[in-house]
């Protein structure tokens, strides 16, 4: 446990670490989106207030930021690839 919590405290530094912060960012934020649009849903079903359009809009940030994670895991992946041909 000592060793995963320095392992995370170094990926706010400039020094080498396991873990990327990329990957910490996104899930910070996947995590967020994701307990407060339940927390939406879940409040706006429960009171029988949910429309049909509030319900689109929800469906389309989940869309929206899967297609933002999938652009930037692959470019990602682009500049692993190029920095390890160099």
Do not use: C, P
Not at 9 to 29: G, H, N, P, Q
């Amino acid at each position: 446990m000592n060793d995963f919590l320095h392992q995370f405290l170094l990926t706010f530094s400039d020094k080498k670490s396991l873990y990327s912060s990329k990957r910490i960012e996104r899930f910070a934020v996947f995590t967020t989106m994701l307990t407060a649009s339940g927390m939406f849903l879940f409040k706006n079903i429960s009171s029988e207030k949910l429309s049909a359009g509030d319900l689109m809009i929800v469906v389309v940030g989940w869309l929206g930021y899967a297609g933002f994670n999938t652009i930037q895991g692959k470019k990602n992946v682009e500049n692993n690839s190029e920095s390890k041909e160099e």
